[in-house]
C-alpha cells in the first residue's frame, strides 16, 4: 500500500472513535474493494475449506423447457498437511503478512468507485444499503469484511456527495472532480469487475 490506498477490517474501523475513522478513508475519489477477512480462530479442515469456498453467490440457467442448472465456484480444498501449516501458522507475528495477502488476493465481494470514499464506505455500512442485503442474502456478515481503496496517483478532496440512490458516481448531477478523472474510474471499474468477477456486483458498467 502507497500513501494514496490503505486498506482495513470492517470490525476495526466500526470500533474506532469517528475522528480515527476520517483518518482512515480519504474524502477523495478512487476504486474501492470490499473482501472478506480471514477469521480468527478457525481451527480445523472442514472451517477452513468452507471459508475457502463460500456458499455466497450460483448461477442458474434453463436447459431447454423442462430441465435447469446451478453452477457453483468451489476452490480446491487444502491438503491436511496445509491445513495443519496454517493452523500453526495462525498464532505466529509473521501471520499478519500472510493475512493480507489472503485478503489482498481473492475473489472480491464487491468493486466499486466513487467521489467520495469515505462517504461511500458510510453509505455502504447505512442499515438497508443495497450491499448489505446482499450479504443478508447470503448469510454473510459485513464485520467479517475488509475494505480496500485506491485513489489516482493526484488526491483531489471533494466535500460531501449526495448519493441518496446509492449510485456511486453516476448521478444525475454534475461531478466536483474533472470529467476525465470520472471517465477513467468508470473504465477501471469495468475492467477490474471483468477480471475479478465480484460476487456481489449486479452489473459491469
Known amino acids: 500500500m502507497d500513501e494514496n490506498s490503505g486498506s482495513f477490517r470492517i470490525k476495526d474501523y466500526l470500533g474506532w472513535p469517528k475522528h480515527v475513522q476520517a483518518m ?3 474524502n477523495g475519489p478512487g476504486l474501492y474493494v470490499w473482501t472478506r477477512e480471514l477469521p480468527k480462530g478457525i481451527d480445523n479442515a472442514e472451517e477452513i475449506n468452507s471459508w475457502l ?3 455466497l453467490r450460483s448461477d442458474f440457467g434453463l436447459v431447454g423447457p423442462y430441465s435447469s442448472i446451478a453452477l457453483h465456484t468451489a476452490a480446491p480444498a487444502l491438503t491436511p498437511a496445509k491445513v495443519l501449516l496454517l493452523q500453526e501458522s495462525m498464532g505466529q507475528p509473521e501471520f499478519s503478512w500472510t493475512r493480507s495477502m489472503v485478503a489482498q488476493w481473492q475473489r472480491p465481494l464487491y468493486v466499486g468507485i466513487s467521489i467520495n470514499l469515505r462517504q461511500r464506505l458510510g453509505n455502504h455500512l447505512s442499515y438497508g444499503s ?3 442485503q446482499y450479504m443478508a442474502q447470503a448469510n454473510y456478515e459485513v ?3 475488509r475494505f480496500t481503496y ?3 496517483p493526484f488526491v483531489t478532496i471533494v466535500d460531501e456527495w449526495e448519493d441518496d440512490k446509492e449510485e456511486g ?3 444525475d448531477q454534475a461531478a466536483p472532480v474533472p470529467e476525465s478523472l470520472v471517465r477513467n474510474l468508470r473504465l477501471v ?3 477490474i469487475i471483468r477480471l475479478a468477477q465480484p460476487y456481489f456486483n449486479q452489473s459491469m458498467e
Open 24 to 26: 482512515k478513508v480519504p
Open 53 to 55: 469456498s463460500p456458499a
Open 143 to 145: 464485520v467479517n469484511c
Open 169 to 171: 458516481i453516476d448521478t
Open 150 to 152: 485506491y485513489m489516482p
Open 130 to 132: 443495497r450491499l448489505r
Open 189 to 191: 471499474e469495468s475492467l
